[in-house]
Each structure stands twice: as C-alpha cells, then as structure tokens.
C-alpha cells in the first residue's frame, strides 16, 4: 500500500508498504529513523513510543496503515534546534544511564506534560509505567520529569516541530 | 578539581536526542539479515537437520550450521572451561540451543527460513534440579567428564566450625533459595559485521570487547590480529553481554559470504539465548554466643549453572567467599558446588551469586537476633568487619572498611522507621536492614587494565581505553580522572573507546572493576604523561623539575606562574624529535589465589560495603507487598561522580526490588515482558536518602573503589527481612511471590 503520513513536521509519501508493516518498521527500516527502539516487539516496553496526532503510542504494536494522513513525532522530531527542555532536563538529572529507553521514555515524558503542565508523583508514575528502564531505578527519571515540568513551565517553548 | 563533582554523562546529550546507535542500530541497506534455528526440546540428539525448504525461501542466501565452523567449536569466556557449543552438532544441551544459522536478503526471509527449517531430534534422559544432577547415576550433561555434572567447587575452611559450635549459646539452621533471573538489559543482543581490507570487523554490544575478539577469532579459525572488535553503544548488560551472543555467528556469516551482515536477537531469542542468574540453595548452621558475636558458620551452598560453563568458576568462587558477609566469624567452613543441568546456562549476573549468599548470611544473622531478642541493626554493628580482622579466606583488612560507618549513618533513619511502623505486625508494615560486602575485580586471579594517553601537538588530548561503557559512567569517570589529575576540564578530553585496534585490554566490565581497575590504569597513564610533559619543560626551561606545577593546558615553576609555557608548545618540542608526548599505565590489583582445600588466600584488593534498610507494607488479604522506602549507605571509596553513584544504587535497588518480589525465569514459560515482569516506575518505592561514604582506598583512584553489583546486593535480603517483620515469619525463599507471602500469613510450610 501506499502510506502518506506527515512525520516530524514532513509530509511522506512511501510506496509499497505491506498491510501488515507496523509503524516501528517504517520508521526504523524505511526512513532510517532509529532513534525509536524495539524492546520487545509486544507492547510491554515502551521503548518504541512515539506521539500518533499528540497521543503517545507504541510504534510496536500499532499497523503503519493507521498512520496514514496523520501525524508521528518521534525523538528525532521533538527538538526545533538543541535540546528540547524534556531532553535537557533527562541529560542534567543524570536520568540517562545505557539510553536505550530514554527515546520511549522522553516522548512519554513529553505527552504527560502537553497534557498536564503540573504533574504529581502518582501522574508521573502513572503516565511513565508502561516504559520500562533496567539502569536507573527511576527516581533520576523522576528527577528529571519534574524539571522538564518546570523548565517547560517556565518557557512555555512546548511546541514541536510537527506539535 | 573533578573528582566529586558530577558532570553529565559522557553521550548522555545524543542519547537523549535519539542519535546514540546501538548494537541493535547497526546495519546499512544490503546488509544480509541473520537468525539463528533454535531447538525447542533438551536434552536430545539431533537426528536429522533437513535445509531444503528453508533454502528455498526467497532471499535466503545460506544456511550455516557445526560443520562449517572453520576453527574451535567450544567457546566461553574462561579460559580452563570452554565448553560451549554455539551451534550443536549432535546434542542438544539446552532448550533455546542453537543448531543453524540462516542468512538472508532480508530480516523477514531469514524469519520466514528459520521456521521451515526441519530438525528431527530424538529426546535423551535429562537432568532439570541441580541437587538431582549431583546424585549417583544422573544422567551425564556432559559425557566422559571426570567430575560427572559436578562442574565447579569452592571450599573455605577456617578455624574449627564444630568445636566452637559446641560453645555458642544460640545455633540457628535455615534453608534458603533463590531463582533464575534473566538480565533484561532493554536493549537486546545486536550488531553488525563486514570484511575490509582482508580483517573481520565486528561491531556489537558487549561488555568485553577483547575476550570477544578472541573468542571469535578461535572459533574462525583466525589470528586475533585478523579480528577487530568495536564496541557499539550497549543498551545494558548486567553480565548478560560478557558471554559472547552475536558475534561469533555475525563473524562465521561475514567471513565465509564475505558481505556485509547484521543480527539482533528478538527479545524472546534474548530471553531463551542467553544466560541467567544462577538459583542457589543455602543451608546453614551459625552459631553465637549469649552477646550475639557470631562465633561458628557452616554454609552449604549449591546452584544449578545450567548445561554450560560460563562464569561459574567465578560464581562459585565468589559466592563461597562472600558466604559470611560483612562480618567477622573465626570458624567457618562453606561448600559451594555449582551442577551441570539441562536448564539454560547461568553465568554472570550482577553480583556473580553473591546477592544470592547475602540471602543467606542476612537471613542467619536476622535469625540469631530474633533468638537474642536484639535489635537487628545493633548485632550487625556488633560483628561488623573492622580493620585489622580477617575475612573468612584469612585476608587481613586494614583499610577502607566503610561497614561500621555505612550502618551507624543508616541507623537514625533505621530507628525512625521502625518507630513509625510500631512493634507488633499487626499493621502489615514492617522494617527490614541488610548489609554486604563485596570484593572489586576478578577472584584471586591477575585481572589488570591498561588505558592510554596521548596530548597531540595540535592540542588534543585523547583517552585510549578498552573499558566498555555499558550505561553504567566509566567514560564519565574515567575523563574525570585524567582531568583532576591533569588539571584539565574533562570536557577537553577526546575519548576512543573498546575498539580493538585502537584500545588495549581493560579486561570486562565485570567485577564493579572499572572504576578502581581501569581508573587505576588511566591515572597511572596520566602520570607518565604529565612526567614526560614536565621532564621536556626541564630540558626547555633549565628549571627543578620537583617545583613544576600544571593546570588548564599550561605548565610553569611554582611561585612563578609568569614563566608558563602551553603544554601544546612543550609537546611540538617533542614532536620535532618525532616523540609522541603518550603516557600508558597499567594496573593490577595484587590479590592471592585461594587455596584450593582451605579457600585460604587474598581474592581482592579492596572490598566496597554497603547496609540498606527497607519498609514494606503486606496486604495480608492478597499478600501483595509494596516496597514503601529504601535507605542505601554504600561505601564506595570515594566517589568520582556522586550522580552517577547515586545512579547506580537506584538502579542496584530496583533490581533487588525485582529479584525480591517478583523476578524468576522458568525455562519454556518466559520468553518476554508479558508474563517476566521487572520493576516499573510504579513499583517505585521512595529510595532516600542515598548516603554514600567514603572510606578511601589507598590503591584506588583518588580512594574510589567501585559500586555497581553492591548497589544490589543488600536490597533482597533488607526486604525479605522487611517483609518477615511484617508477617512475624522469616522469607528465606525467592521471589517472595504472592502465594508465598499467603503461605507466610496462613502459616502454610511453617519452617519453625
């Protein structure tokens, strides 16, 4: 099939996708986008998550076909130049260790706080279980979500490129 | 001054970016895809292995299998017991074992070929429990083996364990277990090979770039030389990368259809390929007098190591001499025997089956208190390690021995809890403590680093180290020790890391090892640059070399800063004598071997301590357990970057969070996070505060020691004893599941 989606702020058109390619696949093998990882290929991880028209998803699970005439955002999408404030926040708390779920984990991060500038612990937690991290522990990504909310708080710089 | 600040992490800024390419990154268009065919059924006989059909899958380029491997066909990464079969030949050992290897035009015929691929086996007698393996007439694992399925042994004896049991006045006999964990680094095996100019290149995840080059290299029949082995940004490893997984098969594809090829296993290929944790059973008899010194210690402790070697040497050993914890006993005598099995090997895990024993100590030492009626932090302090007495292996400590100072920071807050939980188990809430102590690099054995330093005349200076950086620091670490002792922002520092070309050996990152091995190394290679930069500055300047000071790339005669000159002026002097100005460094713990009948020697050069203390909160109806808040004093020497220390031990505690409560591998049941379920930020509970001491090491690195497997070690133990206190029964089982915690409350299998 053909898929026509705009992808971090681009439209794309790719021929020849197959009906049963998911949205990971296209973005990985087809468009070289390998900041959005496989963990588990099962929707168990979150390392894949990436934002379908704002809401965070996993690009494992989700069909490319279901993408079509809509908008993804993945890590390499979320900065305008540098660092997104999120970004910033996880490299200055320390909250990246192997960084292998850090791409998941920024994105999910990122739609908690487009949807809640002001989260509590239990938002957090809630909003970032479904992203599993073997290094850290979590408390420096706890750290580090509560920074974003306040650096973006203060910036109000929230908007991405395809945002 | 770096040391004790904490920079960002060196990469951390393009990992967060999503730019940082992994080993399961790698790979170009055109590049063949590889998968492996994998048996379902062990022990068993390979009958027939028919290709026909997986061969006329489009795309497939060919199928490997044992007959094509051009050099040695048993692998494993110590030397004296290679004895792993990466593609069968005629028996299967373990389910998940590979016999074939496909490579094809892409990732979905090479899938597509792996399943049609027919393999006929015949099923032999196998042996699953590693109590039964060591019984008269088990079936043989391995056959024409002088010690049957017995593969490793550690005994320590010291003093006279039953003479002095006859004169303690409390003795306490418990049964401990623990079980298989699978690693769960999130990123799973991955990596690429190619051919350039007649060499093999390989660039994979791993943790030890050069045994890997080495072992590949045997198993292709090459000199090492023709090998060279990059490490690829690595997604975690916690032991599960030190056994080679990818490489051998990435190397035999590219070297034999000389073209480009890529692999990365699927996180059930991950669960089923490669190694786990080993479960342990411990049985003990410790004995104390009225006071509650500990007096006598018999351990017995066994594990299943699964049907290949791996590190079990080293696990046996390393359990055996940690079976005592933190503590002094006179009389000890401990027998650790590791079994073959037909299960899944078990190998490096971090902590190398010392969080295993900690069970056991900790459990005991609970266990005589209670007997006592004494407080559990106050019979730790009591018998706690001080310098100048002896580990159970007869080693004299007389520095850095933080375990007194780690457990009288960790008591106020000990106190607090308890006081806020209340005495009686009727609130579901209970206080657990639990300590450790852990040896830093390889056991008793040379396990030197090596690290190199060049400053360039155009002004670079450039770190040389074969240390992988798994996501644990050691780059971050290890460019802040060159620039405390160089004087220079670390920032300055250019780092070539774990290429085989380029970096010399600095062994695993293994053992909590880097920081005091390879920081070791890379501080001595600082020093003999710095010497040389200073002995040229004597010859241009005529001045005492003894009075030369340096900082921020400049050198000058102390007390006249005036008369500086670069560094960059100093080293293109060199550089027209055609000198490199290049300082290498070397460091190797000195340890002992143990003796092979009393276990009697020196292991380790420094050990790092830790005590931890927990409350948890048991809903008795369920019996699910919340890890409510977790207290960690970890003396670590001296910490280079208090971030990246506080990092580890977050990340030590939920993993102990997870083999405590809910982590056990069932071979053929889990195969991915749907059902093996590790801790999520959810099952967070408050870690705070992380108190890190410092007692420093006079070998180590500015005193730093190391923290990686310590991080963990204590945290089982502090909330089985939490959760024992909660429901007024000991937890000597794990993981401490919901039907066990039902068990406890109902008093089903009451031990006592």
């Not at chain 2, 359990?319 to 190998?347: F, K, M, Q, S």
């Not at chain 2, 004597?538 to 102390?558: F, I, N, Q, Y």
Request: hydrophobic share 40%; glycine share 10%; with cysteine.
């Amino acid at each position: 099939m053909n898929l026509v989606f705009e992808i971090n702020g681009s439209r794309r058109s790719l021929g020849n996708v197959p009906c049963h390619a998911t949205l990971l696949s296209v973005l990985r093998d087809r468009l070289g986008l390998l900041g959005t990882k496989e963990g588990c290929g099962v929707g168990e991880c979150g390392a894949c998550t990436v934002l379908l028209d704002g809401e965070p998803v996993n690009a494992c699970l989700t069909a490319a076909w279901k993408a079509a005439g809509r908008n993804v955002i993945t890590i390499e999408g979320l900065a305008t130049e540098g660092l997104h404030p999120v970004q910033e926040a996880f490299v200055d708390s320390g909250a990246i260790q192997c960084g292998f779920c850090t791409p998941g984990m920024i994105m999910s991060t990122y739609a908690l706080l487009k949807r809640s500038a002001c989260p509590d612990v239990e938002d957090i937690k809630s909003a970032l279980a479904g992203n599993l991290c073997r290094c850290t522990g979590y408390k420096q990504i706890l750290d580090a979500v509560r920074a974003a909310a306040a650096k973006m708080d203060r910036t109000h710089d929230d908007e991405v490129s395809g945002g | 001054m770096t040391i004790g600040e904490s920079p960002a992490r060196v990469g951390s800024v393009e990992k967060a970016l999503g730019r940082a390419r992994f080993g399961s990154d790698q790979g170009e268009p055109g590049d063949l895809f590889l998968v492996c065919v994998r048996a379902d059924q062990a022990p068993a006989t390979i009958e027939a292995l028919e290709l026909d059909r997986a061969l006329a899958v489009p795309g497939v380029v060919r199928i490997f299998t044992a007959a094509d491997i051009p050099g040695e066909k048993l692998l494993g990464i110590i030397p004296v017991t290679k004895d792993q079969e990466f593609l069968a030949e005629n028996i299967i050992s373990h389910r998940g074992q590979a016999v074939a290897l496909v490579a094809a035009e892409t990732e979905g015929a090479a899938r597509k070929a792996a399943q049609a691929v027919e393999l006929r086996l015949s099923a032999l007698k196998g042996v699953f429990d590693h109590r039964e393996a060591l019984a008269e007439n088990a079936p043989q694992v391995h056959a024409g083996r002088p010690n049957g399925n017995l593969m490793a042994r550690r005994v320590i004896r010291k003093g006279d364990f039953e003479s002095a049991l006859n004169t303690c006045a409390v003795v306490h006999e418990a049964e401990y277990t623990t079980s298989f964990i699978e690693h769960a680094a999130m990123e799973t095996e991955g990596g690429r090979a190619w051919i350039e100019d007649d060499r093999l290149i390989i660039k994979a995840c791993t943790q030890n770039p050069h045994y890997d080059r080495g072992d590949t290299a045997r198993f292709l029949g090459l000199d090492p030389d023709r090998v060279r082995m990059i490490q690829a940004e690595t997604g975690g490893g916690f032991g599960g990368k030190l056994d080679v997984s990818v490489q051998p098969y990435l190397g035999l594809a590219a070297l034999l259809l000389k073209r480009p090829v890529r692999m990365v296993y699927t996180r059930e290929e991950s669960f089923i390929g490669t190694g786990k944790r080993h479960p342990f059973l411990m049985k003990c008899v410790t004995g104390a007098d009225s006071d509650g010194r500990l007096v006598a210690m018999k351990m017995d402790l066994s594990a299943d190591t699964g049907a290949f070697a791996s590190y079990a040497l080293a696990v046996a050993s390393r359990a055996a001499v940690h079976a005592t914890g933190p503590y002094y006993v006179a009389n000890v005598e401990i027998d650790c025997r590791l079994a073959y099995t037909n299960n899944p090997w078990a190998g490096a895990m971090r902590g190398f089956g010392v969080p295993q024993a900690a069970m056991a100590h900790e459990g005991q030492i609970d266990g005589i208190a209670d007997k006592l009626g004494m407080d559990r932090l106050e019979i730790r302090l009591l018998n706690a390690l001080r310098p100048g007495q002896e580990t159970a292996t007869g080693q004299v400590l007389t520095q850095s021995v933080g375990i007194v100072e780690c457990l009288e920071r960790l008591k106020p807050v000990y106190r607090t809890w308890l006081s806020e939980v209340g005495p009686d188990s009727a609130s579901g809430r209970g206080v657990g403590v639990g300590a450790m102590f852990y040896g830093i690099g390889n056991t008793g054995v040379s396990n030197p680093s090596t690290a190199r330093l060049e400053w360039t005349p155009d002004g670079r200076i450039i770190l040389f180290t074969g240390a992988a950086d798994i996501g644990q620091g050691s780059d971050t670490v290890l460019r802040q020790i060159v620039g405390a002792r160089l004087n220079v922002d670390p920032e300055r520092i250019d780092l070539v890391r774990a290429d085989t070309d380029f970096t010399t050996d600095a062994g695993a990152t293994s053992a909590s090892r880097q920081t005091y091995i390879s920081g070791g190394a890379v501080l001595e290679a600082a020093v003999a640059l710095e010497e040389m930069i200073f002995s040229e500055f004597e010859d241009l300047m005529e001045a005492d070399r003894g009075d030369l000071e340096m900082a921020a790339g400049r050198v000058w005669v102390k007390g006249s800063p005036n008369g500086a000159i670069s560094v960059e002026e100093i080293v293109q002097s060199l550089a027209q004598r055609d000198i490199r100005a290049v300082g290498e460094g070397r460091f190797d713990p000195a340890t002992v071997a143990l003796d092979p009948e009393t276990g009697q020697g020196v292991p380790y050069a420094t050990y790092a301590f830790a005590a931890q203390t927990a409350m948890v909160e048991v809903d008795k109806l369920t019996g699910e357990v919340q890890v409510k808040r977790v207290a960690a004093a970890h003396d670590v020497g001296r910490a280079i970057n208090p971030k990246c220390v506080e990092g580890q031990i977050c990340g030590g505690v939920m993993m102990g969070v997870g083999m405590a409560l809910m982590e056990e591998y069932v071979p053929g049941r889990h195969a991915n996070f749907e059902n093996y379920h590790i801790p999520t930020i959810a099952d967070m509970p408050e870690i705070d505060p992380v108190i890190i001491v410092e007692a420093p090491e006079e070998s180590g690195p500015f005193g730093a020691k190391g923290v990686g497997e310590p991080a963990l070690i204590p945290t089982a133990p502090t909330i089985a004893s939490a959760v024992g206190q909660a429901v007024g029964r000991p937890m000597r089982h794990l993981p401490i599941s919901l039907e066990r915690v039902m068990d406890a409350v109902t008093g089903v299998n009451d031990e006592n």
